[in-house]
């Protein structure tokens, strides 16, 4: 009997459990998502943690539990939402046909929206701050490195580029160089007529040093 009971206890608590993970998650996910929102919308400085709060529908104490800080949340946000994207191009490239100068051409125009997309002006608002906030810079650095690293491996992985050859993989890092530059060139007026001409001359170059 006492074993019976202690597993049926067992088994609620395992049972009231499940439903209070799924809703954290669902919590955590609209705050990321919020945090992102709030600073393509209001810079670093309007993206507060009670307007972040607010635009995700959660009181003040739910965001202090699942991020003590602003710097917590608004790294984990640009984290997550950049691994999101990441998998999100991915399912994009798998579905490309053509041959491989017409891959390369859609690779490029895919990660070139990346660069113009919520994210990275997100990002980039971030980038700012922390330039004189020395314990946000402390703090994305290290993530800025790992997230630079990820996307040349993805970048490399979606061009097919064996970089064993001469100047593969400087050419890799040249081509995301590029795309972030001309990113930031397209925040305040519209690029896309100089971006477009930059990016078709770029195109055949690394075709050139590919060897595709």
Known sequence: MTVCFERANLEGVSAT???QQERSRATQQRLLEATVDCL????WSGATTTVIAERAGVSRGAQLHHYPTRAALVLAAVT????RRAEEIRTEAAALTGDRDERLDKVLDMLAAAFTGPLFVAALEVWVAARTDVGLRDALVPL?????REMHRLTVELLGADERRPGVREAVQA???LLRGLGVANLLTDDSHRRGQLLAAWKVQLTTILGT
């Open 175 to 177: 081509t995301l160089d």
């Open 17 to 19: 459990r499940a439903p």
């Open 144 to 148: 800025e490195a790992r997230v630079g």
């Open 40 to 43: 393509v919308l209001h810079g």
């Open 80 to 83: 997550h939402l950049a691994e």
